[in-house]
């Protein structure tokens, strides 16, 4: 069986460092992209089993690289964080754009892992 392979998206070099860490520990392969713009690029030119994408972000935000994103693959799967100061709304409409699940800043990296493992099987 070959690795899954998923594509972070963040603006943040220690948050895509500490995910990637994480990711490839459990078997994945990973690529990553510092904004969305770039992450929607890498995806075009590669298409990942899954993409892990911070909101706030400059060039293209979260919210924004998901709705070229689901608009251009229908069947992209989506894990969307934040750590935009609490705010549950961004989460909710990244949900509405097609994230299959989201997680808020700090995350537990145990329930990321299960939740990557879940998407990854369905």
């Given amino acids: 069986m070959t ?50 994408t911070d909101i706030a972000m400059p060039e293209l935000n979260g919210l924004d690289m998901l709705l070229d994103l689901t608009r251009e693959f229908l069947q992209a799967k989506v894990i969307a964080i934040s750590g935009a100061g609490g705010e549950q709304n961004v989460l909710d409409v990244a949900k509405l754009l097609g994230a299959r699940q989201t997680f808020q800043k700090p995350f537990s990296l145990p329930q990321l892992l299960d939740a990557v493992r879940y998407e990854l099987e369905h």
């Fill in 3 to 52: 690795m899954a392979t998923i594509l972070i998206i963040d603006d943040e070099e220690p948050v895509r460092a500490l995910l990637r860490f994480a990711l490839e520990a459990a078997g994945y392969e990973v690529t990553e992209a510092a904004n969305g713009r770039q992450g929607l690029e890498r995806y075009r030119h590669r298409p990942t089993d899954l993409i892990i």
